[in-house]
């Protein structure tokens, strides 16, 4: 791969013959600017913020990156899957970007999640690629999310990545940065506050079940309102009835 930037369609791909690649995917549209199965959590919850309708000054607001930091060439599936990656992102953006401001979706928890917010955070979070094996603040060697005050950094191992893309494609690539996404909700950080008010907890500890499973469904209810494929059987399951997105008229 060159140094120079390859235009498809809305997605500009940067990068060289080692790795290094930089997805921008441009957004459109005149957006308010405003934690995962192998387990992606952080080790500490992140400070509650919920003014989400301030406008924020980020030169990131324009575009959505996904950085590979690979130092070696990409083998045959992991550039697929990062490729699939720009791809869901690019469909998710589309979805996002349809759900009208007030529409909700009411957790069982009764915590809401509104369309407006899910646009404020998809507009500016970034997604972070570091080889396998690389270790996080969490403790895992899959992946975190960090709500980075608003300006959100999904931090994914490329195996994660391979392995989601191989999941009931295309299913599986679209429930990986949905699922990110929800546990950086409002909804989503009071969950993981609650999980972690305590320090690290077990994976088999019913909690973190739980918080998994809210963020399962917040990624299961964007999926359906815009008609995207999604795991069928996400680890930890869905709520049953999932909530759905409500738009009122």
Same mark, same amino acid.
């Given at each position: 791969m060159s140094n120079q930037p390859e235009n498809l369609g809305t997605i500009t791909v940067y990068g060289t013959q080692y790795g290094n690649l930089s997805y921008s995917i441009s957004?459109?549209?005149?957006?308010?600017?405003?934690?995962?199965d192998g387990e992606h959590h952080e080790t500490s919850a %992140? +400070?509650?913020?919920? #003014?989400?309708?301030?406008?924020?000054?980020?030169?990131d607001i324009e575009s959505i990156e996904i950085r590979? &930091?690979?130092?070696?060439?990409?083998?045959?599936?992991?550039?697929?899957?990062?490729d699939e990656l720009s791809k869901a992102i690019s469909r998710i953006t589309i979805v996002i970007n349809s759900i009208p401001d007030n529409a909700t979706i009411t957790l069982n928890n009764g915590h809401i999640v509104t369309g407006i917010e899910l646009k404020q955070l998809w507009q500016k979070i970034d997604f972070d690629i570091s080889e396998a094996g690389t270790t996080y603040l969490n403790g895992t060697q899959n992946g975190e999310i960090d709500y980075n005050n608003g300006n959100p950094i999904a931090r994914l191992n490329i195996n994660i990545v391979t392995s989601y893309n191989a999941?009931? %494609? +295309?299913?599986?690539? #679209?429930?990986?940065p949905l699922?990110?996404?929800?546990?950086?909700?409002?909804?989503?950080?009071?969950? &993981?506050?609650?999980?972690?008010?305590?320090?690290?907890?077990?994976?088999?500890?019913?909690?973190w079940s739980a918080n998994?499973?809210?963020?399962n469904d917040i990624a299961k209810a964007i999926a359906d309102f815009g008609g995207l494929a999604i795991l069928p059987n996400a680890r930890y399951g869905y709520s049953n009835p999932p909530p759905a997105i409500i738009v009122t008229p």
């Open positions: 957004l459109g549209g005149s957006w308010r600017k405003p934690y995962d %992140p +400070p509650l913020n919920d #003014n989400h309708n301030d406008p924020v000054s980020d030169p590979v &930091n690979i130092n070696r060439p990409l083998k045959v599936e992991e550039k697929q899957a990062i999941l009931n %494609p +295309p299913g599986g690539i #679209n429930y990986l699922h990110e996404l929800a546990h950086i909700t409002s909804a989503g950080r009071k969950s &993981n506050q609650s999980v972690w008010a305590n320090g690290k907890i077990s994976p088999h500890d019913p909690a998994e499973r809210i963020a």
